[in-house]
């Protein structure tokens, strides 16, 4: 297993989670770290990416609610959730694209926000 995610779990609306996704060393070095969701019936939407320098960028629906960040020295990233509403319910998936320019994708874990 290369990317693992942990973090997810059910919410009740305005509150927070966190998710982490750790790479396995053999990846290589990771050029971009991301978090993609899916919700049923949906297709899969990038939430938030970041450079190796701390560059981020987010969906306009998560902007001030969502942050990314990462620790290079352990080759994972962090997605702070706060404020959830129901519509961000999905699987949560870990993205990484190395050096060159492999692309790996975690297993995906579940955020059920409830109303």
């Known amino acids: 297993v290369q990317l693992v995610e942990s973090g997810g779990g059910l919410v009740q609306a305005e509150g927070s989670l966190r998710l982490s996704c750790t790479a396995s060393?053999?990846?290589?070095?990771?050029?971009?770290m991301a978090w993609y969701r899916q919700a049923p019936g949906k297709q899969r939407e990038l939430v938030a990416h970041?450079?190796?320098?701390?560059?981020?960028d987010y969906v306009d629906s998560v902007k001030v609610r969502f942050t990314i960040s990462r620790d290079n020295a352990k080759n994972t990233v962090y997605l702070q959730m706060n404020s959830l509403k129901p519509e961000d319910t999905a699987v949560y998936y870990c993205?990484?694209?190395?050096?060159?320019?492999?692309?790996?994708w975690g297993q995906g874990t579940q955020v059920t926000v409830s109303s």
């Open positions: 993205y990484a694209r190395n050096n060159y320019a492999l692309v790996y």
């Open positions: 970041i450079s190796t320098g701390g560059t981020t």
């Open positions: 060393e053999n990846i290589g070095r990771i050029i971009v």
